[in-house]
């Protein structure tokens, strides 16, 4: 069995500007070991959300290989890339992306549903992760009814609710004020450790970064690990 549950050999992305190439990844490696929780830290435009969206098998790259558990899922077609990110992958952005017009309840059942999971049992686990993160009270809001801090709490809910094995978060308290931002990351910290999932979480906050397991720099294209 691999050590790895995500792995990137040789990650290389380059898009074009008019007659410019402009060189954004150049030789990423790096791996995630199972219940491992990795800062990823950068300045802006140093393209950390162009990595995450290679890595979660939203952009393809021009160069290299990703493996997730040890399976090289490069070029899989998109059908197969569709199906490993609904079943593997877990995502939370910076702006929760919940349903508007969906409960948060409903918001939970969805992705299981997706995944063939029965409405009855989706129902159970979509309330028993709300209650985790506080939220039992609240699960038959709708969205716009729900704060900042509660949305994104949602989001975290959704992110690991298909028991994902990896989890990946850019900037997933950005929009949040310091109170919430902490609230949040230390429930998504206790999700990813209770559901033993791996998570890579770009962000500018460095405290937040400091807290987690390790903390990888990308830098002019590659990434080196901060002791």
Do not use: W
Request: glycine share 12%; charged share 25%; hydrophobic share 40%.
């Amino acid at each position: 069995m691999t050590e790895f549950r995500l792995e990137l050999r040789g990650v290389e992305r380059r898009f074009r500007q008019g007659r410019v190439e402009v060189r954004v990844l150049s030789g990423v490696d790096f791996g995630l070991r199972a219940g491992e929780m990795t800062a990823l830290v950068g300045a802006s435009g140093s393209g950390k959300s162009t990595l995450l969206h290679i890595a979660g098998l939203l952009d393809r790259c021009d160069g290299g290989r990703i493996f997730l558990d040890g399976r090289d899922v490069t070029r899989l077609s998109e059908r197969d890339r569709t199906l490993a990110r609904r079943g593997r992958i877990g995502f939370v952005y910076q702006y929760h992306h919940l349903l508007a017009d969906f409960s948060a309840l409903e918001n939970l059942v969805i992705p299981q549903r997706l995944n063939g999971v029965a409405r009855r049992e989706a129902r159970r686990v979509a309330r028993e992760l709300l209650s985790v993160v506080g939220l039992g009270k609240r699960a038959g809001h709708r969205p716009g009814a729900l704060s900042g801090g509660e949305q994104q709490r949602v989001a975290l809910c959704r992110a690991i609710v298909s028991r994902p094995g990896l989890v990946l978060a850019d900037e997933p308290t950005g929009n949040l004020d310091s109170a919430a931002a902490g609230e949040v990351f230390s429930l998504l910290r206790t999700l990813v450790r209770s559901s033993g999932a791996s998570a890579l979480v770009a962000t500018h906050n460095l405290e937040m970064a400091r807290r987690m397991d390790r903390v990888l720099v990308l830098k002019k294209g590659c990434v080196v690990e901060r002791n």
